[in-house]
């Protein structure tokens, strides 16, 4: 019996030696975006993928890609909701999961990045993450996409009735499909990933999007103008799924939330530089460049905004506060 003891004593010591000398295997968190990798939204993913795996150290591994490679933005937002990505940056399309989000679809709301850092801690973190929250979707920050400017092959866009019956790519946005109908267009939505063959192609006669999205395609390439609206103003939400987020430890919670509020400044401060840079790269390319009647394109939004005091519930009073929130 004794002989059996000290076998089984020896057995369970190997056994923990064997266990104490194995390496740890890492976890592995996937950042993805279906977003061109040049783009801000995949230098912005980028950034965090890479201070993410600084700040984790060697036990975990965060992984990157971009260009659509693991899908686009509707097929992230279910990845997200199955676990089988952990991190990616949702936009436009936000609108489909809470009406809410909608806010940032009304024409010429947001000033400037002030006051869009204003409305994320008033209202987006308070309000609105909770209601993706509910829908399986987990925000922890609020970055920059952009200022949207209005690209095409037929004319510059100078007011509205300029974009009468042209074919203009949108994001799968209802109320961006209601904005471009109401001056006029003919509005499609499509996945970022097909805009440039479907420009080449003139499939669509144009699109609209901020400028770091349009060089970062490179739109210049098959578009003969550029129209600076600035008619929206599109954040990017960094987002996990609920379940995913909910199980994360707490050492990858806490250093994802630090890392995501420094590539927030980190975020706001490209754009801003990029406002700057890029109108000179659309130009170099051929591509003539002017500057809208901003006054025009409000003044034909008011039914856009109507319409989501009507639709949205508390809608007027949202966009009331948001508003406010400008200094």
Known sequence: MKSLQNG?????????????????????????????SNSLQGRSAAKFAEDLQAKLG????????????????KELMQKLRLGTV????????????????????????????????????????????????????????????????????????????????????????????????????????????????????????????????????????VQKYLSLTGHVYSPTYLTSGAATWANLPDNVKAAAMEVAAGVQDWSLAEGEKADNELVDKVKAAGVAVNTADKAAFIEASAPVYAAFAEQVPGGAELVARAQALAK
């Open 86 to 221: 952990q991190f990616t940056l949702i936009s436009s399309i936000m609108t489909n999961v809470a009406p809410e989000f909608a806010l940032f679809d009304m024409p010429f709301l947001v000033k400037d990045r002030a006051h869009l850092k204003a409305i994320d801690a008033e209202i987006v973190q308070p309000e609105l993450a909770p209601k993706a929250e509910a829908q399986g979707l987990h925000v922890l920050s609020t970055w920059e996409n952009g200022f949207r400017q209005i690209t095409n092959n037929t004319r510059p866009i100078d007011k509205p009735e300029d974009l009468a019956g042209l074919k203009i790519r949108t994001p799968s946005s209802e109320w961006r499909v209601a904005m471009f109908k109401e001056w006029g267009a003919n509005p499609t939505p499509m996945a970022f990933s097909e805009v440039f063959v479907a420009l080449q192609t003139g499939t669509m006669d144009g699109q609209e999007n901020p400028l770091t999205n349009i060089t970062g395609a490179n739109f210049q390439e």
């Open 58 to 73: 060697d036990a975990d591994t965060v992984e990157f890609y971009a260009d659509g490679q693991l899908g686009d933005e």
């Open 8 to 36: 089984a004593l020896a057995g369970l010591l190997a056994c923990a030696a064997t266990l104490a000398a194995a390496p740890v295997v890492a976890e592995t968190y996937i950042v993805a975006v279906g977003a061109a």
